[in-house]
């Protein structure tokens, strides 16, 4: 069962994070305070206090407002931590997150785009191993991160595109739970990076905005209203499979001119490795090519800068839709350093629609571990 942009289920999840940031902020409310503050009806935060005091989560306690007896409503401050994991095609990345929204520590590794499934996920539990035990916490619910669409029911699309075989697997998920002893909530590392954003970043509690992760594709994790936004299908935001050139470059997707087949990290890491010898040398170009970027080679800006028109053009195109006031690029790009991105900065700005210059496109300060960060908090929000 879905509503426009999303499920039921995440709808009620906002509501559950409106009342939790508002009674971060104020300490405690009664259930007025908390109706008028987050302009929920007093209906609706009746019944999501009462869940939340069920999962241990609030207590109430006796007070007066306005001479009459009312529930006063405050935290448990007890500490309850999710396992974020992005099990990527070229990274796996984890990070610890607590009930209070606290980052208690995160980490990320560039793996061979072959590994096998197995050895994929024994890679995760060894990084995600290494974490608990260097702050002395374990887990209690486990988000996970994926390079591809999510359906609205949670599973892994296998219609939008091929996958590679570990990740179309009937065998991926099985193993994951049986390697970490739990059910994650899963979701694509795109909408996950934008949920990071707008938890941890400068964009934190920002309601409207757009998430751009460039790595093997080019995707979008929308927030509009406070709300992941999904789709009739899960697929939302796949701006990577917007045709750009005719006939241009075959795609993974099936056509032919795709934006990802130019402007993706993929892309332009393969670009650097076909003109850089001792980039064509190493298992992973990537990494050679930022590091390039920031030493300010002029081959690799000169490639990024290539690249940075079409997807300029994609992401004004895609703003002049949604209508959204700032726009997050992320992915392994965001390392780089603000004067590499001054190509794409104007040529987005020279994209836009006039009534809507002012969009601000800024660079993500997540990390490499934000898909992660991400995860863990989704985690926390469907319990």
């Not at 991160?145 to 990740?167: D, H, K, N, Y």
């Not at 990494?287 to 990024?304: C, E, T």
Request: one cysteine or more; charged letters at 20%.
């Amino acid at each position: 069962m879905s509503m426009q942009g999303g499920s039921l289920q995440d709808l009620r999840s906002a509501n559950i994070q409106k009342i939790i940031d508002e009674l971060q902020k104020v300490g405690s409310a009664t259930q007025a305070d908390l109706a008028s503050a987050t302009g929920l009806s007093k209906a609706t935060v009746s019944s999501l206090v009462s869940e939340l005091e069920q999962d241990g989560r609030i207590r109430r306690s006796s007070t007066t407002a306005s001479g009459r007896r009312a529930w006063s409503i405050e935290l448990v401050q007890h500490e309850k931590v999710a396992l974020g994991i992005e099990i990527g095609e070229a990274r796996i990345s984890v990070a610890l997150v607590s009930r209070e929204n606290e980052i208690i520590g995160d980490a990320a590794v560039t793996i061979d785009d072959q590994l096998p499934l197995d050895v994929r996920i024994n890679r995760a539990e060894e990084l995600a191993r290494a974490v608990m035990d260097a702050n002395n916490v374990e887990y209690d619910v486990v988000g996970l991160a994926v390079p591809c669409p999510v359906t609205l029911e949670g599973r892994i699309s296998q219609g939008f595109m091929p996958l590679p075989a570990w990740l179309r697997s009937p065998r991926f998920m099985t193993m994951f739970e049986e390697v970490f002893e739990a059910e994650p909530i899963i979701e694509s590392a795109a909408r996950l990076g934008a949920l990071a954003e707008r938890s941890y970043g400068p964009l934190k509690n920002m309601n409207d905005f757009a998430y751009v992760l460039v790595d093997r594709g080019v995707e979008v994790g929308l927030m509009l209203g406070g709300q992941l936004r999904r789709g009739f299908r899960g697929h939302a935001g796949e701006l990577g499979h917007l045709r750009v050139a005719t006939p241009g470059n075959p795609c993974r997707c099936g056509n032919h001119g795709c934006l990802e087949t130019m402007t993706s990290f993929y892309a332009l890491s393969l670009r650097w490795a076909s003109l850089d010898p001792a980039a064509a040398r190493v298992v992973d170009p990537g990494a050679l090519f930022v590091d390039a970027l920031m030493d300010d080679d002029i081959l690799a800006q000169r490639i990024f800068d290539e690249a940075s028109e079409p997807l300029a053009r994609s992401l004004a195109s895609y703003v002049n839709l949604v209508d959204v006031p700032t726009v997050v690029l992320g992915g392994p790009l965001a390392r780089a350093e603000e004067r590499h991105f001054l190509s794409l900065r104007l040529g987005f700005e020279r994209a836009l629609s006039p009534a809507i210059h002012n969009t601000k496109l800024i660079v993500s300060t997540q990390g490499e571990a934000a898909a992660a960060r991400g995860a863990a908090w989704n985690a926390l929000l469907h319990q």
